[in-house]
């Protein structure tokens, strides 16, 4: 009995199946269900961002009264304390993804990042000096580069073709947390003390840790067949099904392009390929470069227009809302002599537009990302030039700037930001169906969106400076059409988006090569 039972608790651990007769883990298709999956994900990065921001207002009173240091040291190792946390998410975003992409699970790597968050909270909660205080935000940085680039992979894996729709979700996350978490740890803060903020992330952490420990990812659900083959995974429709589950896995998509280029060797048919660097030249498939970009997947992102649209698009986005996200709560308070959690609330007018932002996905699933992300720049431009002219005291100055603000958040959090995340995944899936196989065995879905994370990180870490800067100089009109311009230029990135998502072929349609140069027909199971 004893034995069954450590047999049942390692199962639910390592989810691996011990015999061909094992039964499968409790509750096994609730928890590799898609909606579960993406739950999982997104409050992951919510918890992340959560931690991130509570602790901001927290970080100058822990440093004088924690750790001791006099008043005029405070503003120099917070500042300090802020570049640590950006240089360990900048650096180890590529690192974490570049490893994902190498493990045979991606849920490791998941819970790895969410040992470094537990270690980092505690750091930061009980740490009296600076060392373990900086130790704490590295640790706190890493954490965030694992959950974002392993937790996004992981979700491309789980959801199939309606990415767009999923991301919409993650960004919902993402900036509910980035934006309510200020109010919420100067508030509790104020109220209740430094260690009452800490409450409320550990018990936003247990809950995460919870998730990450009892999901089980698709491919690893299909050790246990019974049941789960007829499950509908999709997240809207059933087509998303039959994508995600049965498309062949990539290193049978591999053994098909290596027995297609014999085939062309032999001269049983022509079969021009798409240059590695996605011209489109009809190169043959068994020319120098083709075989260098299945050896060196990863290089080939960097060659990608599209994918470099994405990072710099990343870039621009980032830092107009970590701008804003300085810069607006000190402003209102001086301008309208708000208090703090006045000022931080006002952040609602930014949040509730970006609520559409499954609608933006849905939408770019569709018809692409070129023309939503476009026009989300676009129109992002006139409130950040208007913003400018909120000046005083009155309650039209006051509506101005709400009003400006929810058109920032209809129009850059959701309009421009989703398809954008959502592009990364539709170029690498554009370029496998170009030339299959040219993304190697494991895929490059860790590390494009480790890159992801970086331009995330590099924007943010950018956009927080200039506009402290700015805003302590020029002023507050200076600040707002900087940024604008800011803008402009991502109208112009956003041209290097795709236009239209190509329409990726039914996997339970398509045939499937054999060895001796022929096919078989996947529904009749018959040579063809």
Not at 254 to 268: F, I, N, P, Y
Not at 405 to 432: F, N
Request: hydrophobic share 45%; net charge positive; glycine share 10%.
């Amino acid at each position: 009995m004893s034995c069954l039972k450590f047999r049942s608790i390692t199962t639910f651990f390592t989810q691996s199946q011990h015999n061909p007769n094992s039964k499968p883990p409790a509750y096994l298709e609730f928890r590799s269900s898609t909606p579960f999956i993406l739950f999982t994900v997104c409050l992951a990065i919510f918890t992340d961002i959560l931690f991130y921001g509570l602790i901001v207002p927290v970080i100058p009173f822990s440093l004088s009264e924690q750790v001791g240091l006099p008043e005029n040291k405070v503003q120099h190792w917070t500042a300090i304390l802020l570049a640590c946390y950006n240089a360990a998410l900048f650096l180890g975003s590529p690192v974490a993804g570049f490893y994902a992409d190498r493990t045979q699970s991606r849920r490791w790597p998941f819970i790895l990042g969410l040992i470094a968050l537990c270690a980092s909270t505690l750091l930061l909660c009980l740490g009296k000096t600076i060392v373990l205080l900086v130790i704490g935000r590295i640790l706190q940085g890493l954490s965030a580069a694992i959950v974002w680039s392993v937790g996004l992979a992981l979700l491309v894996d789980t959801i199939g073709k309606d990415i767009g729709y999923a991301m919409g979700y993650v960004n919902i996350a993402m900036s509910v947390g980035l934006l309510i978490s200020p109010v919420i740890g100067g508030a509790v803060y104020a109220s209740a003390g430094y260690y009452a903020v800490y409450y409320i992330a550990f018990a936003v952490i247990v809950c995460d840790i919870a998730l990450r420990l009892v999901l089980i990812e698709k491919k690893v659900a299909r050790q246990w067949p019974s049941g789960h083959e007829t499950e509908t995974v999709g997240v809207t429709t059933p087509d998303a099904d039959s994508v995600t589950r049965e498309r062949p896995e990539p290193d049978e998509r591999q053994h098909a392009g290596t027995r297609s280029e014999k085939r062309v060797e032999a001269g049983d048919g022509p079969a021009a390929s798409p240059s590695p660097t996605g011209g489109g030249s009809g190169s043959d498939a068994n020319s120098p470069g083709a075989r260098l970009t299945t050896a060196h997947p990863h290089r080939e992102l960097f060659k990608m227009r599209r994918i470099l649209a994405v990072l710099l698009g990343t870039v621009i986005q980032a830092a107009i809302v970590f701008a804003f996200d300085t810069v607006v709560p000190l402003y209102v308070k001086d301008t309208f002599q708000w208090n703090s959690t006045a000022a931080g609330l006002i952040f609602i007018c930014v949040m509730v537009p970006g609520f559409a932002s499954p609608l933006t996905g849905m939408l770019a699933d569709r018809y692409g990302a070129r023309w939503l992300s476009l026009a989300g720049f676009a129109l992002s431009v006139p409130p950040l030039v208007c913003l400018r002219f909120v000046t005083s005291n009155t309650l039209g100055h006051k509506v101005l700037m709400c009003a400006m603000l929810a058109l920032l958040g209809g129009t850059l959090i959701s309009l421009a930001t989703t398809p954008i995340m959502a592009e990364l995944t539709y170029a690498i899936e554009d370029r496998e169906a170009k030339q299959p196989g040219v993304w190697g065995k494991k895929g490059v879905y860790g590390i494009a969106y480790g890159l992801w994370t970086m331009a995330f990180a590099l924007g943010g870490t950018v956009g927080s400076i200039m506009a402290g800067y700015i805003n302590a100089g020029p002023g507050w009109g200076t600040t707002t059409w900087s940024f604008a311009i800011w803008a402009v230029v991502g109208v112009f990135v956003s041209l290097g988006l795709g236009s239209k998502r190509r329409k990726k072929p039914n996997a339970r349609d398509s045939p499937v090569p054999t060895d001796d140069g022929g096919v078989v027909d996947r529904q009749l199971g018959q040579a063809v």
